[in-house]
Nanobody, 121 residues
């Protein structure tokens, strides 16, 4: 059984910062990609940032220069440092991991339960 547990969401004023964390646990052989998506009320879920096990990062245009994704591969943990937050960043943020349970099998996506980020004065 694989679990992804997020933490770090909350209420912040515009221009403020938050740091999200997500740790994957369970019977995991390897993790290829870890990342974050978000879903605002009435909108589709969208990619925020991803990072491969080799260190390649990818960001949505809307967060480039403001958000930084990082990983601790030894801890199966991914972080999202969010600076210069805007009201339009308000959403539920979901962690995900593309991982392999055993050698030689295809990878599968696993998702966290989501953490609320609200940017408001």
């Amino acid at each position: 059984q694989v679990q992804l547990v997020e933490s770090g969401g909350g209420l912040v004023q515009p221009g403020g910062s938050l740091r999200l964390s997500c740790q994957a646990s369970g019977s995991i052989f390897s993790i290829n990609v870890m990342g974050w998506h978000r879903q605002a009320p009435g909108k589709q879920r969208e990619l925020v940032a991803t990072k491969t096990s080799g260190g390649t990062a990818n960001y949505a245009d809307s967060v480039k220069g403001r958000f930084t994704i990082s990983r601790d591969n030894a801890k199966n943990t991914v972080y999202l440092q969010m600076n210069s937050l805007r009201p339009e960043d308000t959403a539920v943020y979901y962690c995900y991991a593309d991982l392999r349970l055993r050698p030689g099998v295809l990878t599968s996506d696993y998702w966290g339960q989501g953490t609320q980020v609200t940017v408001s004065s």
